[in-house]
């Protein structure tokens, strides 16, 4: 079975500033993917970033970048100079390669806020 | 290229009622895939068709149901609703394939479904 666990329910930081979502998961796949997702109140899943359990670099995309721990089991959501329009819910998930197990399994999500 | 589109976008009914929500893939994509969204339960998965065929299923009741059609285009059944139906239910699609990393899931802006 695939577990993310995210256990900060909300966050607040203000603009410009760095901010750090955590994300810790249990899988027994030897290979699998994990992403970060986040759902503004319209409700729409926006994809942000991918990592592979077997890249060796850490995963950046634009001001969003993944702080890969994988002997730890942490994909930490690093987002750089927040902007109000990244106040949302973010969530984690986790998928593995097999048929049989590429539904993506989510974490309970961060509800962050940006402060002007 | 037109995203993951979802109709209708909300839905009023009543208990023991049955329901079609409906799903279009990005053009190309052949697997679709079904979420459903609680506040209590988070992001659950319900099943996921490719090339017309239910390839993985979540653990929900009977009473879920779906299927695809040789355009990709898939809809999902609840019949007999119940109160805890009243969610938002979301449709994925992607390529289908088995790169994790190619594969990643655009979702759509899901179905608001309210139980009475």
């Known amino acids: 079975a695939q577990k993310i666990t995210q256990t900060q329910p909300g966050m607040f930081v203000q603009e410009k500033e760095a901010v750090t979502l955590d994300c810790t998961y249990d899988t027994s796949d030897q290979s699998y993917g994990l992403f970060w997702y986040k759902q503004p109140s319209s409700g729409e899943m926006i994809f942000l970033i991918y990592?592979?359990?077997?890249?060796?670099q850490n995963a950046t995309e634009g001001r969003y970048s993944l702080n890969f721990q994988k002997a730890r089991k942490s994909a930490n959501l690093v987002i750089s100079a927040s902007q109000l329009g990244d106040s949302a819910m973010y969530f984690c998930a986790i998928r593995g390669v097999d048929t049989g197990r590429r539904a993506l399994t989510f974490g309970s999500g961060t509800r962050l806020q940006v402060q002007p | 290229k037109a995203g993951v589109t979802q109709t209708p976008r909300y839905l009023i009914k009543t208990r023991g009622q049955q329901v079609t929500l409906s799903c279009s893939p990005i053009s190309g994509h052949r697997s679709v895939s079904w979420y459903q969204q609680t506040p209590g339960q988070g992001l659950q998965f319900l099943f996921e068709?490719?090339?017309?065929?239910?390839?993985n299923k979540g653990n929900f009741p009977g009473r879920f149901s779906g299927r695809q059609f040789s355009n990709s285009r898939s809809e999902m059944n609840v019949s007999t609703l119940e109160l805890g139906d009243s969610a938002l239910y979301l449709c994925a699609s992607s390529l289908g394939g088995g790169v994790v990393r190619y594969n990643e899931q655009f979702f759509g802006p899901g179905t608001r479904l309210t139980v009475l």
């Open positions: 990592q592979g359990s077997y890249d060796e």
């Open positions: 068709y490719f090339s017309e065929t239910q390839r």
